[in-house]
């Protein structure tokens, strides 16, 4: 594959129209792997761009939800069909927008032509039941009411697949929508909407605003025509958005951090393990919330486990993900790259360095934000690096005689978002079930798998302790409503 220089300016979609910000203020979004190649110039909105798409919403919901749920359903069902017709150009966008390898690229945005599918599906599905009333002349019954405009909020890590997770199911359940995109995955945002507005979704239906988040973001969580908000990225900003929300009265959702463990056990497949924590840990340049992060090991295997792990960690690929043969890209960012390898100093002075620890430098890497896969051992469990989001290649190892010690450890942090264990015993099994804190909980499968029609979230502060995906996303995209008639 070639690197293209083609850019694209990008205009916000607002009433199924394509219009510039009023402030004229571009922002510019580059490649993290070669700064030279500019991905794209997004608009740098204001609250009047915001407020001008939140009156679209708001006027497109009467008719949107008033629809049958199949006829919403056939919207999906296109936008799907143009997405996966545009799939590698949309995949090719995404990697030289935020760095990740081209084939996970195009899983992701496979999965978003998915997401999109099954929830046009959930068009036609039941949506409520019928409840015996003590009248006996009385039929009563639930059904569901969309909240009306729901704000989404993204991250940049999934520059599709999260976009789709809320989208879809907040369309089919009637609501309408404003999007604001993570300024650094606001150019692959752009191309979903132009599917949206191929597909022939009415006016108003689906907005997209880019722009700062203290702007637009913010704005999202004050409008008070905003009647939902869904979010997923950091905990500082989730929490404010949550408390934003609460403050009038409208229903939010925050999907946040995680620093996800994996045990391997005594009686574990060390090279099954090997891999899983290689996959789930280093995939993505380990910038997915359920990456895997703290690599809890049975001192029994301990060796074994640490000197496979390292020899495949040396083994890996780094470059730009454009590239044949690359396993792993740059960070995403200057800052993610500069956040990361302080992260990487602070786990110096705080345990033994087994391999990496380094920016990469030379022709292929100075115009990018590219870090060696590091691995760390003789972490303890209150080191920073062991207790915070790091959002990078980094894994921390740690050892420990039980399994009881092994949990009790994976518990101690804040977090709570996806765990892993690998062990052939089941007993073993059942105690990391019952016991682990975590809102995934793997069994002899990496941290970072999710499957789109099973629930997703977090448990403590990994999330609002709501769910999404799956039939989850029901109970927020929806407010239930209990009928009497007589
Ligand atoms: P972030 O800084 O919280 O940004 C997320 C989104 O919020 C972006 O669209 C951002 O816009 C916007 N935003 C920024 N400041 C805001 C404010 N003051 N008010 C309202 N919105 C604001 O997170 P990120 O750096 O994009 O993503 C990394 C984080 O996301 C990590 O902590 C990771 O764990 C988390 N994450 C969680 C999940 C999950 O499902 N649990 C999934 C993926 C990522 P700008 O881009 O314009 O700043
Ligand atoms: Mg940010």
Redesign the pocket.
Known sequence: MTVKTETSKCLNYINGRWVASDSDELITVTNPANTDDVVGRIQKSTRDDLDQAVSAAKAAKKEWKTLAGADRGKFLYKTADIIESRLDEIAECMTREMGKTFPEAKGETARGVAILRYYAGEGMRKEGDVIPSTDKDALMFTKRAPLGVVGV??????PVA?PMWKTAPALIYGNTVVL?????AAVTCAKLFECFAEAGLPAGVVNMVSG???VI??GI?EHADVNGIT????????K??GQTALARGAKYQL????KNPVIVASDADIDLAVDATISGGLRSTGQK?TATSRVIVQSDVYDEFKEKLVAKVKEITIGDGLKNGIWMGPSASESQLNTVLSYIEKGKQEGTLLCGGNRLSGEEYDKGYFVEPTVFEDITSNATIAQE?I?GPVLALMKVESLEEAIELANDVEFG?SASIFTSNIQKMLSFISDMDAGLVRINAESAGVELQAPFG?MKQ??SHSREQGEAAKEFFTSIKTVFVK
């Open positions: 909020i993204t991250p940049w890590n999934f999260i604001k995109p993570a300024s650094e700062p988040g203290s973001g913010q969580a979010f997923t990225g950091s905990n500082q900003v989730g404010k958005i999907e946040m951090g995680g919330c989001e959002f978002l977090g990994s999330s």
